[in-house]
């Protein structure tokens, strides 16, 4: 059985070249993605089998696996093929994130391995290896900062070879289109506006619809968020303020105090006195 690594279990990410994840695993080349998102940095040529369908992968490529798939890696060295493994918990961050970790690279509906080019080797290497290996010796918040930069811009590159046409084709541009609108909009009027309905009206679309696409990208309904949204900014005033609570209240658009602490109450289990 596949042990994945204590770097892997303990931030959410992990990189390796083949040859030792092999070598760690007695010898042995099948693999598991489990419930891990995985780029192969192919650096020299290699055959693979993803859920018994092959696979010949050249050189210069990298190779895009979403979670709950098998892997076989042929009889290769395994020096040149770097492995870069994480959760979706340690990636995804933001609704663009999210759209992702979901888009065709890792969910493809015509094949599980999704391929494409990469033009320098050596800097792959430099890159993934070496570069950051100094930011794991110096610092892991910066060794997590940089994880997540160099995820994207592999990600970011291989979205240049999925076709416009696949692109338009896919809702979930659009969705993230609306929530991020729909983002800046509760920014600006969540002291004044604490309906879907506003916020599905200044977008032109149905409430119904509005949280279909809350749903879809952030994994939340679009009242949960407008809630989330007062409640972080209720703990944030009485925590670093010297508003009173009645104050604070009328400034978070509340028409009494008693309205306030109700709400508070009901979303937090307690009290804003009791969080002050």
């Known amino acids: 059985m596949y042990v994945i690594t204590d770097q892997l279990k303990n931030i959410g990410f992990s990189v390796n070249r083949l040859s030792d994840i092999v070598k760690r695993n007695n010898n042995k080349r099948e693999f598991s993605t489990l419930q891990y998102y995985c780029i192969y940095i192919i650096m020299e040529d ?26 076989v890696f042929g009889k290769v060295n ?5 492995i870069v493994t994480f959760s979706s918990c340690f990636y995804d961050r933001s609704s663009k994130d999210s759209l992702f970790l979901n888009s065709q690279l ?22 993934f290896m070496e570069r950051m290996e100094l930011f794991r010796m110096k610092d892991e918040n910066l060794y997590v900062s940089a994880a997540h930069n160099a995820i994207e811009r592999l990600i970011l590159d291989a979205f240049l070879y999925i076709s416009n046409e696949e692109i ?3 809702i979930r541009f659009d969705y993230l289109h609306y929530v991020n609108r729909f983002k800046v909009l509760l920014q600006r009027d969540y002291k004044t506006q604490k309906k879907v309905s506003y916020y599905a009206s200044e977008l032109n679309i149905t409430s119904r619809r509005l949280t279909e696409m809350t749903e879809y990208v ?7 968020l407008i809630i989330e949204k007062v409640i972080i900014e209720c703990k944030k005033a009485l925590s670093f303020t010297n508003f009173t609570i009645s104050e604070i209240s009328y400034d978070l658009g509340f028409n009494d105090e008693g309205n306030f602490s109700n709400f508070i109450k009901k979303h937090t289990g307690k009290k804003p006195s009791e969080m002050k």
């Open 168 to 170: 338009k084709k896919n």
């Open 46 to 71: 290699t055959d693979v089998l993803v859920e018994n369908m092959p696979y010949s992968i050249k050189a210069g490529n990298i190779a895009f696996l979403g979670p709950e798939k098998q892997i």
């Open 78 to 82: 395994g020096d040149k093929i770097i």
């Open 218 to 224: 952030l994994g939340k309904t679009a009242k949960s």
């Open 106 to 127: 890792f969910f493809n509906y015509d094949t599980d391995l999704f391929v494409a080019p990469f033009k320098n080797i050596e800097q792959m290497r430099v890159v």
